[in-house]
């Protein structure tokens, strides 16, 4: 497996910033952040380190990204762009869709052949209504895939917090029923998952035997905790908003069983990229707690990664 680290944890630290202090810290590769400028609507969303534009006409740019990472010992998992490609404004779903394409054609310029993303979701329709929509509007996006050679992992994040993504969420792809059904769709070899068992958690859902039963459809590995307050469930219930009665945290302090996770990849033969995700709010306030985060995720999940 490659250790790698999501960049978008280092907001305001440019590209090579970035993958110098992965490389110093021990991981070997990034998932890349490639939001386009000024879009941050939430929480570690608009951060970028790669301007995908400028990778499809500019040779000295690619070079020196190259020259970079070959430097440090460092290579590129996936180009991570996590926005709602089925939103219900046309023109927010539009604008998405179109960096979307960006991001798979500067993938596979840079020779990566990976993009991790959402599949969205109309958070205001049902299921059945956002999977009539996942038939219109993915098979474009999974054309382009297929002619660029690239595969796209999509992440199991619901994407529903609080008030601002309720009642459905962002992100249709969030439970194992949902995945077959998506599947069953939209029957790409280029379509997967970036599997996050964190978000299994507060859902109560079995994510090692997501592992199993999906094996040949991961292709990409989110490490990121999520502590379940049972206190406040039992009080609020789970048709609360999620964050009500969960908390994301860093590898080690939630309650995803990492030994019990990272066995089941090894059981199926898994030696993709595994990637750390931090948004723990506990260590942000400085750049040195972000880093301190970082360090004291790679120290917990060392032993169980080769």
């Known amino acids: 497996m490659q250790f790698g680290l999501l960049s978008a944890i280092l907001d305001g630290w440019t590209f090579e910033e970035s993958v110098e202090l992965a490389s110093s810290i021990g991981f070997t590769t990034m998932e890349l952040a490639a939001w386009p400028k000024g879009t941050a609507e939430r929480r570690y969303a608009g951060v970028s380190h790669i301007d995908v534009k400028r990778v499809l006409y500019d040779t000295e740019y690619v070079a020196y990204m190259q020259e970079t990472l070959a430097k440090n010992k460092m290579s590129i998992s996936s180009l991570a762009y996590y926005p709602n490609p089925l939103d219900r404004q046309l023109e927010k779903r539009q604008a998405a869709l179109e960096h979307l394409e960006l991001v798979i054609q500067a993938s596979a310029k840079l020779g990566i052949g990976l993009v991790t993303t959402f599949i ?132 080690g302090l939630g309650d995803v069983n990492w030994g019990h996770f990272i066995s089941a990849l090894t059981d199926v033969a898994y030696t993709g990229p595994v990637v750390l995700e931090v948004e723990d709010k506990s260590f942000e306030g400085s750049k040195e707690r972000v880093i301190d985060s970082i360090k004291q995720s790679y120290r917990y999940l060392s032993p169980f990664i080769s």
């Open 120 to 251: 969205g979701r109309d958070q205001f329709g049902t299921v059945e209504e956002n999977l009539a929509l996942v038939k219109t509007v993915w098979p474009h996006l999974l054309d382009c895939a297929k002619d660029a050679d690239v595969k796209i992992g999509i992440e199991n994040c619901p994407m529903l917090f609080g008030p601002e993504q309720w009642p459905g969420g962002q992100n249709i792809m969030s439970t194992p029923a949902l995945w077959h059904k998506v599947f069953d769709i939209l029957d790409s070899d280029y379509l997967g998952l970036n599997f996050d068992p964190s978000h299994f958690v507060w859902q109560q859902l079995d994510y090692v035997g997501a592992v199993y039963e999906f094996a040949d459809k991961l292709f990409h590995i989110h490490l990121k905790d999520i502590k379940l307050r049972r206190d406040k469930l039992s009080r609020v219930g789970t048709m609360a908003y999620p964050l009500d009665y969960m908390l994301p945290k860093i590898p």
